[in-house]
Structures are given as structure tokens and as C-alpha cells.
């Protein structure tokens, strides 16, 4: 029972270089969601997907693109890694259900920018 | 922008010992999420609540939502260091399929 699957688990990148985090959920789920975790700053909304075909931003979007490439799959790419983008990225997905929006998570990339 | 305001951010007790963590809004909310999560795991769902005043019960962890929705709170009584992560609240708005989630209370439970 898969869930939701990240890859890579972890990653260092250097100032500038770019890179795409992969994520694929099997539980037919309609949306997707890609967060941030830093240190006292809780869970910040990168961009969402509420179905296939349909991305939009979310609270900190700069330096992201996204591709809901499949109702499966929903990647995350830096063009120009930074080191402010050093962080811990999640990728959820969820029921497309009015009233009653669960996440069900990742294990987490934890990105490193030197 | 829907914010959540979590107290206390940081909470260390002794097993056996009762806490209660708050989640609080200036916003409405249709539902809000209690998650857990441990280090290095994705956070984990623990109980959603969608009507105003309801309570739920998950073995020792009692999860309350405010009459007016705008406010949650999890109470755990006689807490065991199994229970230590991070408790998390997340509020979900309507149709626009978002999850706005608290910054957190980190919970230490020493036995």
C-alpha cells in the first residue's frame, strides 16, 4: 500500500543548478499539493493541483514551476536552485471532497542548496 | 489569507500527565485536520471535524471543533512517550481545495 511516493528522499544541490522532485500518488485521488516544512515556520503551500490539467500558486510559489503531468503524478522543479529554497518539500494528495480536504503525505525531500 | 494560530508551540511533560493544545482563527473554516508527525516522516492524519461543536474521540486523544468553527482543540489524557511529534491543525475552505495548516505544537512526553 504506496500511498504517496516522493523521490529522491534527499538531495544537495549547488547555487544555480536545477532540479525536478518527483511525486506519484495511487490512490486515485483528484488533488495534489506541494509544501515547504522549515524550522518555526509549519507547512507553507508551494503550488496545488485540485484535479488533472489544472495547477494554481500558493503561498510562496517564487523559484517553482509544477506539472501535473497525469492524475498519478505531480512534479516540482527549481530552475535556479537558491539556498533560501534549502528545506524539507512534501507532496500530499487528496479526495476532491467539498467540506472535508485530507492530505495524505509523502515521506519528504530534504534539500539541501550549498 | 485563513491563518492558524497553534498554542503553546513548544510543550515538554511527564508520562502520565494530561496537555491540551489549542488551534485557533479569526476565519471560518468547513473542516479542520489534526495531524501527527514524527521525525522524518510526512505528517500523518489524525481525525477530521466538520460540524460546528463536534467531538471525537481517538483513544486518549479527544479532539473538540468550536461551535463557531473557528477554533479546535486536542486534549490527551495520560500521555505516553509514543505520543511525542509534532501536532499539527489544518483547516480546509470550501471549493478551493486548499489546506492552510498551524506552525505546530512540538510535544515532548519523558518518561
Redesign the interface.
Known sequence: NAGVTQTPKFQVLKTGQSMTLQCAQDMNHNSMYWYRQDPGMGLRLIYYSASEGTTDKGEVPNGYNVSRLNKREFSLRLESAAPSQTSVYFCASSPQITRNTEAFFGQGTRLTVV | ?QLLEQSPQFLSIQEGENLTVYCNSSSVF??L?W?RQEP??????LV?V?TGGEVKKLKRLTFQFGDARKDSSLHITAAQPGDTGLY?C?G?????????????TLLTVNP
Open positions: 489569507t468547513s473542516s485536520q495531524y522524518g516522516e510526512g505528517p500523518v492524519l477530521t466538520v499539527l489544518a480546509g475552505g470550501g471549493s478551493n481545495y486548499k489546506l492552510t495548516f498551524g506552525k505546530g
